[in-house]
C-alpha cells in the first residue's frame, strides 16, 4: 500500500507551482492570493536544500537565512493568514484519513482532500482547495508523525473567527476616507496597511507614494522581542537598508497588490538575485521588497518569518 507521504514525496518544487498555479482559478478570491503566498513562503527546494545538507549551518549560513524557515514548529500556524485557516482542523483531518493512495496527479489529491474536508466543514470546495494544496505541502515537508501529533488548533479568537469572507474582502478593496476635500490632499494623503488581518492592531499609516517599508518606522511599538529581525523604532517589517540590497523586507501582498506602484528594474533585478519570485517590470505582483512598493491607497500584507538568499540554491 503506497502512503500518502510516499505519492507527495513524488512531486518536486516546479510541480508543485504548476499544480498550485493551475488550480489557482478555482480557490475562492478570498485566498486565491494567500495561498500562492504561502507557497512562496515555504519553497520545498529550500527545505529538501537544508534536509540534504552535510552541514546544515553552513548550508543556513551560505544561503543568508535569517529568521524561523521551516515549517516544522509551524504545523499549525504558518498559514494563520489563510481564511481557510478556520477550517484547518477538518483539512488536517482528511488529510490523515487519507492513507492509501493510487499514483495519480497531484492536482487530483489536493482536490480529494478538499472534497472530503467541506462534507465535514460544510462548506464549498473552492473556500478549502488552498488549504488542502498547504496542509498536504506542509506533510510533505515535516513529515508524517510531526504531522499527526500537531494538535491541529485553530490559532484565531472567536471574534475574528467569526468574521465572513465577504467582510474581510470588503476591508481590504476600503481605502480610507481623506475628508471632503482629499482629492487635494495629493502627496499627503494617509493610508492604512495592515500587517496582520487578524490582529484589528496591526496597522500603521503610510503617505502618498511612500515606501511601506519607510512607512512602518511610524509604528514605535517594540517588535524586536517577537521578531528578533526587527530593528528598534524601524516598526513591524525586519529591514537592514533601503535600497534592495538585504531582502529582508519581502512581504506578500493579501489585499491590495494594484495600490502599490509597478515593480521598476531594480526591484525585478533585486529580486531575482534574492530567489522569492521573478517579477516582471511593470507589474504588480503579489510578493514584494517593502522598500521599493509605494503605496497609493490601503493595502494588507503578511510580513514572512524568515529571509535569505534562496537564489544560491
Same mark, same amino acid.
Given at each position: 500500500?503506497?502512503?500518502l507521504? $510516499? ?15 493551475m ?6 478570491? !478570498?485566498?486565491?492570493?494567500a495561498?500562492?503566498i504561502w ?5 520545498? @527546494?529550500?527545505h ?9 549551518p553552513?548550508?543556513e549560513?551560505? &544561503? ?26 477538518? +483539512?488536517?483531518?482528511?488529510?490523515? /484519513? ?7 496527479? &497531484? ?6 482532500? /478538499? ?7 460544510? *462548506? ?9 494544496? *498547504?496542509?498536504?505541502?506542509? &506533510?510533505?515537508q +515535516?513529515? !508524517?508523525?510531526?504531522?499527526?501529533? /500537531? ?13 465572513? /469572507? ?13 475628508? &471632503? ?11 492604512? *496597511? ?14 502618498? $507614494?511612500?515606501? !511601506? ?8 511599538? @517594540? ?8 530593528? =528598534?523604532?524601524?516598526?513591524? !517589517? =525586519? ?27 531594480? @526591484? ?16 504588480? =505582483?503579489? *510578493? ?16 514572512? =518569518? ?6 544560491r540554491?
Amino acid at each position: 500500500m503506497k502512503t500518502l507521504f $510516499d505519492e507527495l514525496c513524488r512531486f518536486d518544487g516546479a510541480e508543485w507551482r504548476r499544480t498550485v498555479e493551475m488550480l489557482a482559478g478555482q480557490i475562492h478570491d !478570498i485566498d486565491r492570493n494567500a495561498t500562492l503566498i504561502w507557497f512562496a513562503f515555504y519553497p520545498l @527546494e529550500l527545505h529538501l536544500a537544508l534536509e540534504a545538507a552535510a552541514d546544515r549551518p553552513t548550508k543556513e549560513r551560505k &544561503l543568508g537565512l535569517m529568521g524561523r524557515w521551516g515549517l516544522a514548529d509551524k504545523i499549525d500556524s504558518s498559514h494563520r493568514f489563510l481564511f481557510a485557516h478556520r477550517y484547518w482542523p477538518q +483539512v488536517k483531518s482528511a488529510i490523515t /484519513a487519507t492513507d492509501d493512495v493510487t499514483h495519480g496527479q &497531484l492536482g487530483a489529491l489536493i482536490t480529494q482532500v /478538499a472534497e472530503a474536508a467541506c462534507r465535514t466543514a460544510r *462548506v464549498d470546495r473552492d473556500r478549502l482547495l488552498g488549504m488542502a494544496a *498547504v496542509g498536504l505541502m506542509t &506533510l510533505r515537508q +515535516v513529515g !508524517i508523525d510531526a504531522f499527526n501529533a /500537531a494538535p491541529g488548533t485553530v490559532l484565531l479568537d472567536a471574534q475574528i473567527r467569526a468574521r465572513s /469572507a465577504h467582510q474581510i474582502q470588503t476591508a481590504r478593496a476600503k481605502d480610507d476616507w481623506q475628508g &471632503l476635500l482629499g482629492f487635494l490632499r495629493g502627496t499627503n494623503k494617509e493610508w492604512t *496597511v495592515t500587517f496582520d488581518e487578524n490582529d484589528p492592531a496591526a496597522t500603521f499609516t503610510a503617505m502618498q $507614494d511612500q515606501e !511601506i517599508a519607510s512607512a512602518a518606522r511610524t509604528d514605535k511599538r @517594540e517588535y524586536r522581542s517577537k521578531d528578533p529581525r526587527c530593528t =528598534p523604532n524601524e516598526g513591524p !517589517i =525586519p529591514v537592514e537598508c533601503r535600497s534592495a540590497s538585504c531582502g529582508t523586507c519581502w512581504v506578500g501582498v493579501l489585499g491590495g497588490a494594484e495600490k502599490l506602484s509597478p515593480v521598476d528594474a531594480h @526591484e525585478a533585478a533585486r529580486m531575482k538575485v534574492f530567489g522569492y519570485t521573478a517579477p516582471e517590470v511593470g507589474s504588480r =505582483p503579489i *510578493v514584494r521588497l517593502a522598500c521599493q512598493a509605494r503605496t497609493t491607497g490601503a493595502v494588507s500584507i503578511v510580513i514572512p =518569518p524568515w529571509n535569505g538568499i534562496i537564489a544560491r540554491l
